[in-house]
């Protein structure tokens, strides 16, 4: 691996949840971690995956920071053969289209430090562990779910190795 591995950040999501991921982008795009490439997958009806799939494109575009996005469209009859869960294939396919040395499942409302992959990388690499992750702590508030800042290198993070 090498010392600026690059980091495939695996996104799925649905046409209700566009403005998320949107967020989730523009979220992603202020990492300071210089290696990073997107991969999307998303699922729901025809008509309005193809128009999620064309206005990711676009923000992708127009967005300050470029990294490579790689976004495609489900039809709904992909979950009734790639996995039980609906919610679990658009992550399943994205993780498909991944080029990444490292991956790093990114929720469409899941948001992170700027430091975060940065952070993630760095301790990886300092240990033998296969994975690392970080502890958050949520708090509800009446704007919308916000997350305290992650907890990497305080109570060790949690890690671990693959068996």
């Not at 992708?60 to 489900?74: C, D, K, N, S, Y």
């Not at 658009?90 to 991956?103: I, N």
Request: with cysteine; charged share 25%; hydrophobic share 40%.
């Amino acid at each position: 691996m090498s010392e600026r591995p690059l980091v495939s950040a695996i996104t799925g999501s649905h046409p209700p949840r566009v403005e998320l991921l949107i967020e989730a982008m523009r979220n992603l795009r202020e990492s300071t971690y210089p290696n990073l490439e997107h991969c999307i997958a998303v699922e729901g009806e025809p008509d309005d995956v193809d128009a999620m799939v064309a206005r990711i494109r676009r923000e992708a575009v127009a967005m300050e920071r470029q990294i490579p996005t790689r976004v495609v469209g489900l039809g709904r009859h992909w979950s009734s053969f790639l996995a039980a869960s609906i919610s679990a294939v658009p992550f399943q396919v994205a993780q498909w289209m991944a080029r990444g040395d490292l991956l790093m499942w990114f929720s469409d409302d899941e948001r992170m430090t700027t430091d975060h992959v940065s952070s993630l990388v760095e301790l990886l690499g300092r240990t033998d562990s296969d994975f690392v992750y970080p502890r958050v702590e949520v708090n509800f508030t009446e704007q919308f779910m916000r997350t305290k800042p992650d907890i990497i290198g305080c109570d060790p993070p949690v890690r671990g190795q693959v068996s």
